[in-house]
C-alpha cells in the first residue's frame, strides 16, 4: 500500500528554519513526480512547490521562493522541504504529495494522486 509519512514539523520563532522530510514507500516513486502542499487555518491547500523524478524543480510558489527549497532522495525514497526565514504566514499544515503517472509537473493546478496525512508547522512572532 503507497504511503506517505511527513516528518519535521513543530513550533519555531519567525525567521527561524524548519525541515520537512516525506519518506514514500509501498511502490516506487522515484520515477514521479513530489511536490508539497500546505494549508493555513481558513483557507484552501496551496501548492507550496514540486520536484521532477530527477530533482528539477518545476514550481515554487511566489511566498515562498528565496526561502524555501525541495530536494529529494530517490534512493531513501525521501523528499525535502527545507524552510528558511519563516514567516508567520507560512503557519499550516503541511502535506507532502506524489503523482501516480507523470516524472514532471509543468502546471500548478497539478493535483496529486496520493498525499500524506500531513505535518503541522507553527511560526510564532
Known amino acids: 500500500q503507497e504511503q506517505l509519512v511527513e516528518s519535521g514539523g513543530g513550533l519555531v520563532q519567525a525567521g527561524g528554519s524548519l525541515r520537512l522530510s516525506c519518506e514514500a514507500s509501498g511502490r516506487t516513486f522515484s520515477t514521479k513526480a513530489m511536490g508539497w502542499f500546505r494549508q493555513a487555518p481558513g483557507k484552501e491547500r496551496e501548492l507550496v512547490g514540486t520536484?521532477?523524478?530527477?530533482?528539477?524543480?518545476?514550481y515554487y510558489a511566489d511566498s515562498v521562493k528565496g526561502r524555501f527549497t525541495i530536494s529529494r532522495n530517490n534512493a531513501k525514497n525521501t523528499v525535502y522541504l527545507q524552510m528558511n526565514s519563516l514567516k508567520i504566514e507560512d503557519t499550516g499544515v503541511y502535506y507532502c504529495a506524489a503523482d501516480a503517472t507523470h516524472g514532471t509537473i509543468w502546471s500548478k493546478s497539478w493535483w496529486p494522486t496520493y498525499w500524506g496525512q500531513g505535518t503541522q508547522v507553527t511560526v510564532s512572532s
Open positions: 520536484i521532477s523524478w530527477a530533482s528539477e524543480v518545476t
